[in-house]
């Protein structure tokens, strides 16, 4: 039998050489991608249409997939959410030229009530991820090549807010990288973790591993009960004439639920309905869209919308008969859905997209992602101290006002 050590030594010195192919390969191509090659321009989005080729090229090649930012999704959600948002591009000096970067952000003149112009990332409800597509080969000198952009247009705050990134992973080494070398402040808020899927490499007992036995047992039961009623039945649907079909009948269940009392569903808003409509129905035919329903003698009493884009999906809406809460659809719709992207080895990981401590997905999926909320001074005289003050005040008072709202909705 080989030892310890020599059975690590080569493995060690194969993932060192592996490392510095990688290195070199990036090198060369950084290389080609000058710095003082980049050219960069700011676009509203009323102007991105033009370029969506080269936008839709752009994320193929994406250092992380960010699908919301992607055309299909982001120029779909520009009527209803995007109406002062534009894009910084980079784009390579040679020819045939190449999109390389695509930052998408607004200009907010006041924050904190104050005057106080701060440059912030595009995210909104529909969108909980601020990660910009950045050429995976160049990613270091695309993103110092935007950065210097900003820092040097005059007319653009002096203060950056960077919401929804991920702490770690390589948008935000390389980000890390530059900010250093740059010697550019920065400070990260709102640190918090969702649940995410990322099942590794022993795929196909992965609930078996995340649900306790007491969690399965149960879940079992309560299928048992609701194939009771009825024929139970799971569906996944890609074919992109059937998603069109399927996102009514989700606009409908979800307007039978607690969003509809609360006036949120997306039924009772016909622009956030129409920009779903039209970001779901691009998507699928782009391949990049997965919906599931759990039917009930033929009748859906959950559903549930999935992206996808490279390696990468989203679990990004869901909704669930409320008249049969009691044998939790939603939970049964989320294992099931969990079951089937944990045996997909195209997927390495799936965002849930939502808030810490959400019972569908939390006792469910193992991983986590942890995002922030970056604030970034782009230049040397930029008001850093009195920005990262007021930030830290202004988060405080959120986490205060949700307190009390919590306190009163209990007590009614």
């Not at 050219?39 to 370029?51: G, K, S």
């Not at 400070?187 to 022993?202: C, I, K, N, T, V």
Request: net charge positive; with cysteine; charged share 20%.
């Amino acid at each position: 039998m080989a030892s310890i050590g020599s059975y690590y030594a080569p493995r060690i010195a194969l993932d060192r050489t592996v490392s510095a192919i990688a290195s070199a390969r990036r090198a060369v191509v950084a290389d080609r991608y000058a710095i003082n090659a980049f050219a960069v321009e700011w676009r509203w989005f009323a102007d991105l249409l033009p370029i969506a080729e080269h936008w839709r090229d752009l994320a193929t090649r994406t250092l992380e997939p960010n699908v919301f930012y992607e055309p299909a999704f982001a120029l779909a959600a520009a009527a209803p959410f995007g109406d002062d948002v534009g894009a910084a591009l980079v784009w390579s000096g040679t020819q045939p030229r190449r999109l390389l970067g695509f930052f998408p952000a607004r200009v907010t003149a006041r924050r904190y009530g104050l005057k106080l112009p701060v440059l912030i990332g595009w995210t909104h409800p529909y969108a909980p991820l601020g990660t910009p597509l950045v050429e995976r080969d160049a990613a270091e000198p695309v993103i110092a090549a935007w950065l210097a952009h900003l820092a040097g247009n005059p007319s653009l705050p002096k203060l950056m807010l960077l919401p929804l990134i991920a702490e770690a992973g390589p948008f935000a080494g390389a980000l890390a990288t530059i900010l250093r070398r740059a010697q550019l402040p920065y400070a990260d808020f709102a640190q918090h973790r969702r649940a995410l899927l990322e099942p590794g490499e022993d795929r196909a007992r992965y609930l078996e591993r995340t649900l306790t036995v007491h969690r399965r047992r149960e879940l079992s039961r309560t299928g048992r009960r609701l194939a009771d009623l009825g024929a139970l039945l799971f569906t996944a649907t890609t074919e992109p004439a059937a998603v069109a079909a399927e996102i009514e009948g989700f606009f409908a269940l979800e307007a039978r639920g607690w969003k509809g009392e609360a006036g949120t569903a997306a039924a009772h808003h016909d622009d956030v309905q129409n920009f779903m409509k039209s970001a779901v129905v691009s998507l699928a035919a782009e391949g990049k869209v997965q919906s599931n329903r759990l039917l009930l003698d033929g009748q859906a009493i959950a559903a549930a919308i999935t992206l996808k884009s490279g390696t990468a999906a989203w679990y990004w809406k869901t909704a669930y008969d409320e008249a049969f809460a009691r044998y939790a659809p939603g939970m049964l719709l989320s294992a099931a859905l969990t079951e089937q992207l944990a045996n997909d080895e195209a997927i390495l990981r799936t965002d849930s997209c939502v808030a810490a401590g959400t019972p569908t997905l939390d006792p469910i999926w193992g991983e986590r992602l942890t995002l922030c909320d970056r604030l970034i001074a782009l230049r040397p005289d930029a008001p850093f101290t009195r920005g990262h003050r007021l930030e830290r005040l202004r988060r405080v008072g959120m986490a205060a006002a949700k307190s009390v709202r919590a306190r009163l909705s209990r007590h009614r």
